[in-house]
């Protein structure tokens, strides 16, 4: 299993844009891997997770081939992680297939409604289909088995991070997410996972509600790590940073790179081998 990070920011981007902060600047005279746009990975070659307003600017940087994409899965609703107008980009006359195969989205309610309001007659019938899940319901995608679980991030709407499957690797897709919600660790008990991603918008602040920052992560790695949900062939990675966190790459990785979890940052790629 193969995955692609094609951008790892917070809804601002890194620099954030219309900011003129210290941290903003920092990162745009240091630049590298500071550069930070809205969070997204791509697994293997077919299954995107979200689909945020900065895929056009991925799709060109990491020369990946969209139209290979037959799984989206959107964990909420929130521009920077579902810019559903994209979409009506796949259909005629913008865009010439060379298979055919429709692009199946899946989501939450909010997502549903979002899509049903901007997608055209054209696109639906053609190019797009839309499936709403349904947290702690298990369901097959291709080769992926996808367990939806309820996140912590916005009380007014259903939010989800995924533990997907292939069979042979378990991957959690933790964010945007703040401290897990008990149903939540209490579904995580029966996994065993070869990859986590978590949430670390807040940086060194130990805020937990909506997003998590560096503590958080670190008390969530050794609380599933306790579990036995993960052990220590688990990779653990960090990503969804803002500037409000204020720290740059290479001061996340000091704080984070001694614990045993990686700094995501655009274009990273990591590959999970078979247990």
């Known amino acids: 299993m193969r995955i692609l990070f094609l951008g790892t920011a917070a809804s601002e981007g890194w620099p954030a844009v219309f900011c003129q902060c210290r941290n903003?600047?920092?990162?745009?005279?240091?630049g590298g891997k500071n550069i930070r746009t809205r969070s997204s990975v791509i697994i293997n070659s077919d299954l995107k997770i979200d689909l945020p307003p900065d895929t056009y600017h991925h799709k060109i940087s990491y020369d990946v081939d969209l139209a290979k994409i037959d799984f989206l899965l959107i964990t909420h609703s929130h521009q920077d992680h579902f810019y559903p107008e994209e979409l009506n980009m796949r259909a005629e006359p913008f865009a010439k297939l060379k298979n055919g195969k429709f692009l199946t989205v899946y989501g939450n309610e909010k997502v549903h409604e979002k899509l049903l309001n901007v997608l055209t007659k054209k696109t639906l019938e053609s190019s797009v289909r839309i499936k709403v899940v349904e947290p702690f319901k298990s369901f097959r995608m291709g080769q992926y088995?996808?367990?939806?679980?309820?996140?912590?991030?916005?009380?007014?709407?259903?939010c989800l991070i995924y533990v997907i499957s292939d069979g042979e690797r378990m991957i959690l897709y933790g964010h945007d997410s703040g401290w897990f919600p008990e149903e939540t660790w209490n579904r995580l008990a029966g996994f065993k996972l070869d990859l986590v991603i978590f949430d670390c918008t807040n940086g060194p602040s130990p805020e937990i509600r909506y997003h998590m920052g560096i503590e958080g992560v670190l008390?969530?790695?050794?609380?599933?790590?306790?579990?036995?949900?993960?052990?220590n062939d688990t990779i653990f990675i960090a990503t969804h940073f803002s500037h409000n966190g204020g720290l740059l790459h290479e001061?996340?990785?000091?704080?984070?790179?001694?614990e045993n979890v990686h700094v995501a940052y655009d274009g990273m790629i990591i590959d999970i081998p078979p247990r």
Do not use: F, W, Y
């Open 219 to 231: 008390r969530a790695k050794e609380e599933m790590v306790k579990m036995g949900v993960a052990s």
């Open 24 to 30: 903003c600047e920092r990162a745009r005279e240091i």
């Open 145 to 158: 088995l996808v367990t939806p679980l309820l996140a912590d991030h916005d009380k007014n709407e259903q």
């Open 251 to 258: 001061e996340l990785e000091g704080k984070l790179k001694p």
